[in-house]
């Protein structure tokens, strides 16, 4: 299953933007690898690495996230160490 997760997270660094990644599989792969994911009651994500570095994203009205949330994720995601080269 961690294959699954792990092309959830490389499809962020794809080239060009992704822009079909379904919320709910991204978040399990997300938490697989150690990030907390709490919702918040103003339609937004909390992502949450090692208690300290956080993150919070507008939550789509559909299935997909928006380019802008997207991006913002990548950028966080790399300022933590976690892309697809360091994965397992």
Do not use: C, Q
């Amino acid at each position: 299953m961690s294959h699954k997760h792990k092309a959830k997270i490389e499809k962020l660094f794809e080239h060009p933007l992704s822009t079909n990644i379904d919320v709910k599989k991204l978040f399990a792969a997300l938490e697989h690898y150690g990030i907390t994911v709490e919702h918040t009651k103003k339609n937004r994500a909390r992502l949450l690495h090692s208690d300290e570095e956080e993150l919070f994203i507008a939550l789509p009205h559909g299935d997909h996230l928006g380019k802008d949330e997207i991006v913002r994720l990548r950028h966080w995601l790399e300022s933590i160490g976690l892309t697809p080269d360091t994965l397992d």
